[in-house]
């Protein structure tokens, strides 16, 4: 069984996210077709672990973070967005979006903490060049 650490693929999902042509790549994913960003982030992370996962795995991982995004996530981004499109009949709009965004960050994270529980408790493969993220996209 491989020990994944959450804190070690938060700060890897924190460098590889900040860089902008990731972000870009990644929330065009996540916008068009409909792919989880935290799954994408851990897939590479296994990739620099050289991990691979199979089909089923996989499968194991995307229902996982279906749950999620739809009872946690997505009605919090859906809320942002409302209140987006409304801001200007909304007092104090933007500390309300800043208290959003900092409350949806703190879901992100906690997805990523389930994903790695989920992944640890699969038997992961070493590879010498595992491309997990292709078997996603």
């Known amino acids: 069984m491989n020990l994944l650490n959450s804190d070690h693929f938060w700060q890897f999902a924190c460098t590889l996210y900040a860089k902008p042509e990731q972000q870009t790549t990644l929330l065009a994913l996540q916008n068009q077709q409909g792919k989880n960003v935290n799954l994408c982030l851990l897939l590479l992370y296994l990739d620099s672990l050289n991990l691979s996962?199979?089909?089923?795995?996989?499968?194991?991982?995307?229902?996982?973070?279906s749950e999620?995004?739809?009872?946690?996530?997505?009605?919090?981004?859906?809320?942002?967005?409302?209140?987006k499109a409304n801001q200007n009949a909304i007092s104090d709009y933007a500390t309300i979006r800043e208290e959003l965004?900092?409350?949806?960050?703190?879901?992100?994270?906690?997805?990523?903490?389930?994903?790695?529980?989920?992944?640890?408790?699969?038997?992961?493969?070493?590879?010498d060049a595992p491309n997990n993220i292709k078997l996603y996209v």
């Open 101 to 127: 965004l900092s409350a949806e960050l703190k879901l992100e994270r906690q997805q990523q903490h389930i994903l790695i529980s989920t992944a640890n408790s699969l038997k992961l493969k070493t590879s």
């Open 53 to 65: 996962i199979n089909t089923q795995q996989l499968n194991e991982l995307t229902q996982v973070v």
């Open 68 to 83: 999620f995004d739809t009872h946690a996530l997505q009605p919090l981004r859906a809320a942002r967005s409302y209140l």
